[in-house]
């Protein structure tokens, strides 16, 4: 059950777009599309962004995109904004029936 | 609305046991399978344990298995986690989460009890 691989930091200006990648292997990002990404503010619950790779939850803005090629998912934040600054993870469904966390990205909105 | 309310959370010695509650409204517990997430402090999540709607499949992360023990009452709409041998590393908030039906993501978290596992 080794973490995911996640960038341990990305920044962007606002109103720039950036993209987060989450690694994984054959046994769990590569073979399913349960895939899901979640924002976390310093001392708040995780909120779910993302899942199924593509899909967002009612209430999320479509700023927030995903996708998925090979062993490696990525989320993408278009048009930057304040409040976008914090966490972000990935998760994966494994073939161990288990999931699996990434280690997780701080978004520095500069 | 989705609530999620643990508690149960707090200071126990090394080799101690500890016992989460996590109180849900809003939606039709016995439904969903439901999982607990943990966060050591400053660090990253980590998954822990998923119990299916019915309660009759359950699993754990190798970090906590034969240790923890993951089980629900739907009668109450509770779900619980019993932590025994705890150690130092077991030392994060635990947040209790809900699944979506067909996909598992957690869709739902509480706000999280604390666990500090020290001497």
């Known amino acids: 059950q080794s973490a995911l691989t996640q960038p341990a930091s990305v920044s962007g200006s606002p109103g720039q777009s950036i993209t987060i990648s989450c690694t994984g292997t054959s046994s769990d990002v590569g073979v399913y599309n349960y895939v899901s990404w979640y924002q976390q503010h310093p001392g708040k619950a995780p909120k779910l962004i993302i899942y199924d790779v593509s899909n967002r939850p009612s209430g999320v803005s479509n700023r927030f995109s995903g996708s998925k090629s090979g062993n490696t998912a990525s989320l993408t934040i278009s048009g930057l904004q304040a409040e976008d600054e914090a966490d972000y993870y990935c998760?994966?469904?494994?073939?161990?029936?288990?999931?699996?966390f990434g280690g997780g990205t701080k978004l520095t909105v500069l | 609305e989705v609530q999620l309310l643990e508690s149960g959370g707090g200071l126990v010695q090394p080799g101690g046991s500890l016992r989460l509650s996590c109180a849900a409204s809003g939606f039709t517990f016995s439904s969903y399978a439901m999982s607990w997430v943990r966060q050591a402090p400053g660090k990253g999540l980590e998954w822990v344990s998923t119990?299916?709607?019915?309660?009759?499949?359950?699993y754990y992360a190798d970090s906590v298995k034969g240790r923890f023990t993951i089980f629900r009452d739907n009668s109450k709409n509770t779900l619980f986690l019993q932590m025994n041998s705890l150690r130092v590393e077991d030392t994060a908030v635990y947040f209790c989460?809900?699944?979506?039906?067909?996909?598992?993501?957690?869709?739902?978290w509480g706000q999280g009890t604390l666990v500090t596992v020290s001497s």
């Open positions: 998760s994966s469904y494994t073939h161990s029936s288990t999931w699996v």
């Open positions: 989460t809900k699944e979506i039906v067909g996909s598992g993501a957690f869709d739902s």
């Open positions: 119990i299916s709607g019915s309660g009759g499949s359950t």
